[in-house]
């Protein structure tokens, strides 16, 4: 019963977490302490559920407050990926609709190997720093950690477009195979571009999340 | 040189009357809680420490971190200071204010004050 009066007591992790993430590294200290230390008194006077939400209030907003300051170059990087994505999905859907550009083999033969392969040139290690460099955007990094991120995305954005113009070459291999068939091979050919454009996808991601890295390493001695 | 200094704005005149109130225990959750008792103002940690910093960084505040305690995590209180030039700010914008106020009468609801 104590034990769990105590968890209670305990100020909400993940709102904790996320204002951790979102304050510059030198006010996490003092400002968590704070929070943390009027979190208590609050539930304290048996008001657990007000004090939660008090402690979320906080944490959201003083979180947007500094979010732009000190993750600003992650923020606009997820929201280029959504501007992306969606423009994506628009220019798919007025194309014809999105089940069309879905294929999983397609999917199955781009993704995974361009993985591995970005794991195999450089190290399953480095392609977890790399993207914990892209989701935490902190510029205090060694020059070759950045190097090497670098050289994660490239090695991932490269195999990724070779593997879709290979696979490319393959489907069309196979299509000229049976080209007797003509009906076969309007719906052939588009299935074998489709290998294309998800490398063409996944190497524009690669680009961005590249010069992103690139640009945080720029600004090292900032 | 001294006349284009600019004046304090009302929540840093706030900040920094609070640090003064408090004394040798400014820190963030009792200026946080100061403000709430003393005019109403529920600012959110994170517009608190904002301007404290700019205020850290325009030389108008001194801090330094101080001893951590249980009931904080085991984190510990960044206290805060007002520097000479802090309190020679809010002197001049209070006298700014007052000059200001000088001669002004206001008209209420149509009785004059």
């Given amino acids: ?222 | 040189m001294q006349q284009q200094e600019k004046f304090l704005g009302e929540f840093e005149q706030f900040l920094l009357l609070s640090i003064l109130k408090l004394g040798d225990n400014a820190y963030g959750s009792s200026i946080r809680q100061l403000l709430a008792d003393t005019i109403g103002r529920d600012v959110t940690i994170g517009a608190l420490y904002t301007t404290l910093e700019r205020l850290d960084k325009k030389g108008l505040l001194d801090s330094h971190m101080g001893e951590a305690t249980p009931e904080r995590g085991g984190r510990a209180k960044k206290y805060f200071k007002v520097t000479a030039k802090g309190q020679h700010a809010l002197t001049r914008s209070k006298r700014a204010l007052t000059s200001m106020w000088e001669n002004v009468a206001l008209s209420l609801l149509g009785s004059t004050q």
Avoid at chain 1, 2 to 11: E, G, V
Avoid at chain 1, 41 to 68: C, D, T
């Fill in chain 1, 1 to 222: 019963m104590k034990n769990a009066s105590l968890t209670d007591n305990q100020p909400p992790t993940v709102a904790s977490k996320l204002l951790s993430w979102a304050l510059p590294q030198y006010l996490v200290e003092p400002v968590l302490g704070d929070l943390s230390e009027e979190y208590l008194q609050r539930a304290a006077n048996n008001q657990l559920l007000k004090a939660k939400l008090w402690y979320w209030r906080q944490a959201v907003k003083s979180a947007m407050q500094f979010m732009l300051k000190t993750q600003g170059g992650f923020v606009m990087f997820i929201v280029s990926i959504i501007l992306f994505l969606g423009l994506t999905y628009m220019a798919m859907d007025i194309a014809g609709g999105v089940s069309m550009y879905v294929d999983i083999p397609s999917v199955l033969l781009i993704f995974p190997p361009a993985i591995a392969f970005a794991c195999a040139a450089t190290s399953i290690n480095q392609v977890k720093s790399a993207l914990s460099v892209l989701m935490v955007a902190d510029a205090s990094k060694q020059p070759q950690v950045y190097r090497s991120c670098k050289r994660v995305f490239s090695v991932l954005g490269n195999a990724g477009i070779l593997l879709g113009v290979l696979m490319t070459l393959i489907g069309w291999v196979a299509i000229g195979a049976m080209a007797d068939d003509v009906s076969m091979i309007g719906p052939a050919f588009s299935v074998s571009i489709l290998t294309l454009v998800y490398g063409l996808a996944l190497k524009i991601l690669c680009y961005v999340a590249e010069q992103k890295i690139q640009t945080l390493s720029e600004n090292e001695n900032y």
